[in-house]
C-alpha cells in the first residue's frame, strides 16, 4: 500500500548514527533532532510531476468532513485525522496542520470536521437532500448502512477531477470495492485511521535474548515465520512469577489477544471470507481444509491458559472495560508478555516503554506460502465517500486530491517515520516490516457486509475452544449465499 521510501530510510539512518553517537539521556536528544530534521524536510517539499496543483480557486468555499470518530484511550483516536487548530509540535498535529492548511491555500477554502460516533447524520442529510458536508468518511463497519442504500453516494468515476490511480489512493481497496464499473469508497493516505488499522504482533526483544529464541525478524525475512513458531516461542517464556500455580497477568505470558486474531491469522493464511470471482461477484471462500487447520492451531494457543491471555478471560479486569488498554498493555510494558497482538496504531501507546520492542506482521500458515497477507480492522479503518448531494463535484475532486497528496508526503510521513518507526519502534529493521505488513493490506467485502454473519462460526471456536467450525458454517452458508446475491443486486441491478 505504502512504501517507507528513500527520505525515510534516510531519516532512519541519521536516527541511528545521532542514537550511536549518544549515551543515556542522548536518547531523548536524538528523537528530537529526528523529528525537527523531519520536520524541516516536510516544509520543504516540493510537488513531484505525479501531482500537479490545478490552479483554481474556490473563493474560500467551507467544505465540511463528516467523520466518523470515537474518542478511546489509544492515542491516535484522539484527533480526527483532518483538522489540527494549531501547531504544537507534536509531530502528528503538526502534520495534520500543514497538510490542511496548504491544501486551503492552494485551493482558497475553509476546512472543518464534523464528528461522530455514527455515520447516520451524514445519510440523514443525504436523504433530505442537504448539501452540508463535502466528503463522509467512515470506518468498514460503517459502511454497510451507506454502500446498501440506492442513490445515496456518488459513483466517484464520475468526478472528472479526482484521479484513483494516483499512489496516494490504495489501488487494492478501489479493485474490492468497485462493483459493476462503479466505486462508492476507497482509501488512501488522507485516512490515517487505515494507515495504522493493520493486525499485527508487537515483541518484546529483551525477552527474545532472555531465552535464545529465534529473531522473529529475521524468521519473517526468511519467510519461516509460522503459526507454528508462534505457538513455539509463546510456549517457551511461561513463568508463574507469584509461585500460586496459577497463570494470570501477574505472570509471564506467551501472547495477549482477543479473538480478533483467529481471523487475523485465517487471512494471514492466505484464506479469505469472499473472493470476486472473473464476474467481480462475491463468492464465499472461508470453508475449506486449511481453514479448519489454522482453526486448531490457534485453540491450542488461546485457551492454553498457562500461555494465553485472552481478552474473555480477562474482561473482569478491565477497570475501564477495554482489556487491551487496561491489562494487556500494561503487562506487555512491564516485560509480561513476550507477544501482544494489536493494530499498528498502538506502537504510539507504547513510546514510554522502556524495553526495546518490535514489530511483525501476522504468521505465515507454513514455510511453503509465499506472501504474508495483514487484515485491516473493521472498527479502525477510514474510507472516504462524496455524497450523493454534493453540487461541485470538481471542487471535491480538486479537494481529495490535493488532501491525498500532501497526507502521503506529510502525514504518513510523521506516523511512519517520525511518531512510529524513530520514537517507538526504535530500530531499521521495523521499516522492513511496515513495508511487509503495508504491502500485504487485505481487503475483503465481507468487512463490510458480514454476510450472514457467517464469521461468528470461527469467533465461536475461540470462546468455546471447540472446533466445530465445519458444522457450524454449514447451518449459515445457505443465508450467507443469499445475502451476497441480495446486496449485488442492488448494487448492480
Known amino acids: 500500500m505504502k512504501k517507507i521510501c528513500i527520505f525515510l530510510l534516510f531519516v532512519l539512518v541519521f536516527n541511528l548514527l545521532t542514537a550511536c553517537a549518544a549515551s543515556g539521556d542522548g536518547d531523548t536528544a536524538a528523537d528530537t533532532t529526528s523529528a525537527d530534521m523531519s520536520t524541516d524536510i516536510a516544509e520543504e517539499t516540493t510537488e513531484p510531476p505525479e501531482y500537479t496543483a490545478p490552479g483554481v480557486k474556490y473563493d474560500g468555499e467551507e467544505i465540511t468532513f463528516y467523520i466518523w470518530h470515537t474518542d478511546t484511550k489509544w492515542q491516535l483516536t484522539m484527533m480526527d485525522g483532518i483538522y489540527a487548530e494549531e501547531e504544537n509540535g507534536e509531530p502528528m498535529n503538526d502534520a495534520f496542520f500543514r497538510r490542511t492548511s496548504t491544501v486551503e491555500e492552494l ?44 442513490g445515496l453516494l456518488l459513483d466517484l468515476n464520475t468526478i472528472g477531477t479526482l484521479d484513483l490511480e494516483r499512489s496516494w489512493w490504495d489501488s487494492k481497496a478501489t479493485d474490492e470495492f468497485t462493483i459493476g464499473g462503479k466505486v462508492f469508497t476507497t482509501t488512501g493516505d488522507l485516512c490515517v485511521y487505515n494507515t495504522g488499522a493493520a493486525g499485527c504482533l508487537y515483541f518484546n526483544k529483551e525477552m527474545i535474548e532472555e531465552y535464545s529464541l529465534d529473531s522473529p525478524y529475521k524468521l519473517v525475512n526468511d519467510k519461516k515465520w509460522t503459526i507454528d513458531k508462534l505457538y513455539e516461542h509463546s510456549a517457551a517464556v511461561v513463568r508463574d512469577l507469584d509461585g500460586n500455580g496459577v497463570y494470570d497477568e501477574k505472570d509471564v505470558l506467551g501472547i495477549g489477544c482477543s479473538a480478533s486474531v483467529l481471523q487475523q491469522c ?85 513510546r514510554d516503554m522502556e524495553a526495546d520492542f518490535g514489530i511483525i506482521p501476522m504468521p505465515l500458515f507454513d514455510e511453503k506460502q509465499d506472501e504474508y497477507y495483514s487484515l485491516l480492522s473493521p472498527y479502525w479503518s477510514a474510507f472516504i465517500t462524496v455524497p450523493s448531494t454534493c453540487s461541485d463535484t470538481d471542487m471535491i475532486g480538486n479537494l481529495l486530491d490535493a488532501m491525498g497528496y500532501y497526507s502521503q508526503q506529510l502525514v504518513t510521513t510523521a506516523f511512519i517515520d517520525v511518531t512510529v518507526t524513530n520514537k517507538a519502534l ?37 470462546d468455546t475452544g471447540v472446533n466445530n467450525f465445519a458444522s457450524s458454517y454449514a447451518s449459515m452458508e445457505a443465508s450467507a449465499q443469499a445475502a451476497i446475491e441480495k446486496t449485488f443486486e442492488q448494487l448492480i441491478g
Open 426 to 462: 526504535r530500530d531499521d529493521d521495523s521499516a522492513n516490516m511496515l513495508n511487509i505488513i503495508f504491502d500485504s493490506m487485505v481487503y475483503d467485502l465481507y468487512n463490510v457486509y458480514g454476510w450472514g454473519s457467517i464469521y461468528n462460526s470461527v469467533a465461536k471456536c475461540a
Open 266 to 350: 485465517i487471512c494471514s493464511s492466505g484464506i479469505r471470507v469472499t473472493t470476486k470471482n472473473s464476474e467481480g461477484i462475491s463468492e464465499l471462500t472461508l470453508n475449506n481444509p486449511k481453514t479448519t487447520i489454522v482453526i486448531d492451531k490457534l485453540i491450542k494457543l488461546l485457551r492454553d491458559k498457562n500461555i494465553a491471555m485472552y481478552s474473555n478471560d480477562y474482561s473482569g479486569k478491565a477497570t475501564t472495560g477495554d482489556v487491551f488498554t487496561d491489562v494487556m498493555l500494561p503487562s506487555f510494558i512491564a516485560n509480561r508478555l513476550l507477544f501482544n497482538f494489536n493494530w499498528i496504531f498502538a506502537a504510539l501507546d507504547l
Open 107 to 150: 485551493l482558497d477554502v475553509s476546512i472543518s470536521t464534523y464528528l461522530n460516533t455514527s455515520m447516520s447524520g451524514y445519510n440523514s442529510s443525504i436523504q433530505a437532500g442537504d448539501d452540508a458536508y463535502g466528503v463522509g468518511i467512515a470506518n468498514a463497519s460503517s459502511l454497510n448502512g451507506m454502500l446498501g442504500v440506492t
